[in-house]
């Protein structure tokens, strides 16, 4: 692999910006992984038999192919709240506070009419799925007010909520009225239904509110007038420090996680038990365990970009570009895939929840492989695409600010 600057073409005029290309590879690398969990969702025979995360029925790569994807969100997150920091340092805190709130309302209405869409292909607005980018917009309105605080507290408030949360595990609230869907919101993945219309709270959001918090807090290791071994340094303390928090944190099964690891029918799946941490909402050593290795990554890859890392940087500058798109296509080929498989088109469209919720769509699915194929295929697929909207954003978002919110 070369060392060398790579340039990427482009025929357009780019506006300059100060970009820390580190965090755009980041991004870019785990928009891709993430695809892969939807190709899964889509496309594998057993999302429809069992949990890949179940340890009496999964097998070693189906666990893993679910459990390498739980880095997507939060690493995300966490970039998420340095990019909001890097904002505020170019434009300043009002107008960062103002992107922030407004980003995030746009985000609350691409999950509920946009993303849930995609994910059912159902028009008639009886299903919304609030997931990741829910999460994120919700986080952003929250951070929008939290800026104005001084680090010390933004600082405690973040690990607050990081750390603290799993406290509340034991706290339930029943029924389907407003204190129970409050109570979801703030802590507890479940469903509710609103006569004909069900709701599904999927992303709790008190630990990714800490997590968006912590991120515009290490923001400030990007300021300007920081030294770039410094840098360097506290990221990788901060990267083994964090693992190794998570390593004998877990060990110990004291507190973290709601589900503690246990011993299983060999030393390898004891070993996937230890990794099979909580992500609904993400307990205080899911967190741990995610964002350990994205210091380290940072570290490492502050370098100039190569072939391989431009390529990976056009996805982390249009992530929700990529997004939208992916989720859409994705479920565009599920459709093809089923009526290969013997089923009807329609058995993939109108869908109340997944695929995986379908009674019609039973026994319908395809190997790993085929799940590797597509997850692979629509990356390629999408990349020309990204790498064009990539081009045009960045020749024209000084002129047309709504850019900045894709």
Sequence with gaps: ??????????????????????????????????????????????????????????????????WITHYCAPIFMLLSGVSAHLYGLKNGKKPLAFFLFTRGLWLIFAELFIVSVGWTFNLHGTTYILQ????FGVSMVALSALIRLNRKVLLAIALALIAGHNALDSIHVAGNGGGAFFWAFLHEQRPFFFGPVLVFVGYPILPWIGLITLGYYLGDLYAPTQDTERRLKTLRLLGWIT???????????????PQPWTTQRNGFFTFLSFLNTTKYPPSLLYICMTIGPAFLFLAYTE??????????????????????IHIFLLHGLAVLGAMLSGHSASDMVNLTTWVTANAKLKGYGFSLSIVYLVWIGTVILLYPLCQRFDAYKRSHIAQQRWLSYL
């Design 132 to 135: 990741v980018i829910w999460a």
């Design 303 to 324: 370098k100039p970009l190569n072939s391989l890392t431009a390529k990976l940087a056009v996805f982390g500058r249009v992530p929700m570009f990529y997004y939208l």
């Design 1 to 66: 692999m070369s060392t060398a600057t790579y340039t990427a073409p482009l025929t357009a005029t780019i506006t300059k910006t100060r970009r820390v290309e580190s965090i755009d590879i980041l991004r870019g690398t785990v928009m891709i992984i993430m695809a892969l969990d939807h190709a899964r969702d889509y496309f594998h025979g057993n999302a429809y038999i069992f949990d890949p995360l179940d340890l009496t029925k999964t097998t070693g790569t189906i666990f893993f192919t679910r």
């Design 243 to 257: 693992i190794g928090f998570f390593v004998l944190l877990r060990a110990s099964n004291l507190y973290g996680d």
